[in-house]
């Protein structure tokens, strides 16, 4: 499809006014809890039941949506080969861009070196804090996390809500659904409208976005308070340049190579960025994440597959957080790593990064497994790091969510065609424009 193809796309619709645009919405929400977290903290932490009900509503409909998708996709599709290729593909993805985030946080650690001149002996670190995180960081070792994606039963994977278990389910739902042929098209087509019916759902729960940005981060700020980032504010700032560096550099020049423009991108997903942000939930923006790159033309196999594996598998913001943090607590204890110990490092990292996904505070949980494994560095330096553990946490889920959408732009050459669709009425004049433009892509 070009832009020069008659579609209803291709039609000038009225924009909406900006302030109607959810985005405008929701950082107007984050805007004002910030304001009242900082100046009423003791109201501000009683809106956490705000954030807390949004992201449970979202959360209760991305079971379905992950096994719709995947099923009808995968069913539509038929040859079992591509999905094959797509699924091995884009695993390779995950570690290559893994292993580099882990290297870029790390050079940017050695570079920006935030934990010189702290000069702290470890032997006086009150380590009680960190209990929790540690007692969740030994629950979960890399071969139960691959373990536990085999659910005990296919309603036990629905009822927790394991986003990799329902996948495997799904998967397997589908691969037999195609064996049927023409016997299963009904079906896939019911499976198809149930998916849509999920979406539409996804569409009225999206309307309280900015209530529940606005409830989470009042809640943020009111308990943690500006004051307890600023003797930090050196790693705070050495992490949020790396990690745009990494979007303008790394993302923005694989984006190219896949013939598209990350900003515009990014522009383009500017509401569900500002969800993520808001309510520091990846899941979240999860549903309005599977539509919209639906809308773009991806193919269901790519959409329903990918995204999810890449919750657990691809979290490369947190990555650069690991490593940074790392080298932030050996800076600090005056700890020199030698080049061996800091490969050993990136290999240990890479593999608790899988263990601990998927469990609440993931990244400092990471970090604390990572540090179990690795004796050279003392555990009880993370608590220098726990005050600001949520600032980090919301950027780290920033870039996990942005390199989701920017993967599935990849699924045009992942090995499956587009399937470009109409848009529905009501889209802005630039969403407009990115479809035609991955629209011509695929061709």
């Not at 950082?27 to 304001?35: H, M, N, P, Q, T």
């Not at 091995?88 to 010189?116: D, M, N, Q, W």
Request: proline share 4%; aromatic share 10%; hydrophobic share 50%.
């Amino acid at each position: 499809m070009n832009a020069t193809t008659s579609s209803p796309e291709a039609t000038p619709r009225q924009r909406v006014p900006f302030y109607r645009q959810l985005y405008v919405h929701v950082l107007a929400a984050i805007l004002i809890g910030v304001l009242l977290g900082h100046f009423a903290p003791t109201l501000a932490v009683q809106m956490k039941p705000l954030g807390d009900a949004f992201i449970k509503l979202v959360k209760m409909v991305i079971g379905p949506i992950i096994f719709c998708t995947v099923v009808a996709g995968i069913a539509g599709m038929g040859d079992m080969k591509k999905v094959g290729r797509v699924g091995g593909k884009a695993l390779l993805y995950f570690e290559v861009v893994s292993t580099l985030s882990l290297v870029i946080g790390l050079a940017a650690g050695h570079l920006f070196r935030p934990g010189a001149g702290f000069n702290l002996d470890p032997t006086k670190i009150d380590a009680s804090a960190l209990s929790g995180y540690a007692t969740k960081a030994h629950e979960q070792s890399t071969v139960e996390f691959l373990m536990h994606i085999i659910p005990n039963t296919v309603v036990d994977a629905f009822a927790t809500g394991n986003v990799l278990q329902i996948l495997l389910i799904s998967v397997l739902f589908g691969a037999s659904l195609a064996a049927f042929g023409e016997r299963g098209k009904p079906l896939v087509e019911f499976i198809g409208s149930i998916a849509n019916v999920f979406f539409g759902i996804v569409h009225i729960i999206m309307k309280t976005a900015a209530i529940g940005a606005f409830g989470a981060i009042a809640y943020t700020i009111g308990t943690y308070g500006v004051g307890s980032v600023l003797p930090l504010l050196k790693l705070i700032g050495a992490f949020y340049f790396t990690l745009f560096v990494f979007v303008v550099v790394v993302l923005g020049g694989i984006g190219r190579v896949m013939g598209f423009n990350i900003f515009r991108f990014m522009s383009y997903i500017r509401e569900e960025l500002l969800i993520v942000l808001g309510t520091s939930s990846s899941e979240a923006a999860l549903p309005g994440m599977l539509a919209k790159l639906e809308r773009l033309g991806c193919s269901k196999p790519v959409v329903g597959l990918v995204v999810p594996a890449g919750y657990s598998f691809n979290l490369d913001g947190t990555n650069i957080y690991l490593t940074m943090a790392v080298l932030f607590i050996a800076q600090a204890f005056n700890i020199q790593l030698s080049f061996t110990q800091e490969m050993t490092l990136i290999v240990v990292a890479m593999l608790t990064s899988k263990g601990a996904s998927g469990v609440a505070g993931a990244a400092f949980i990471m970090l604390t497994s990572t540090l179990l494994v690795f004796p050279v560095i003392p555990v009880s330096g993370m608590v220098l790091i726990l005050g600001i553990q949520p600032l980090h946490g919301h950027r780290a889920r920033h870039r996990q969510h942005d390199r989701q959408w920017r993967r599935h732009a990849r699924g045009l050459r992942l090995g499956t065609r587009t399937q470009p669709r109409q848009a529905r009425g009501g889209h802005e004049e630039a969403h407009r424009r990115v479809r035609l433009s991955f629209a011509s892509e695929a061709r």
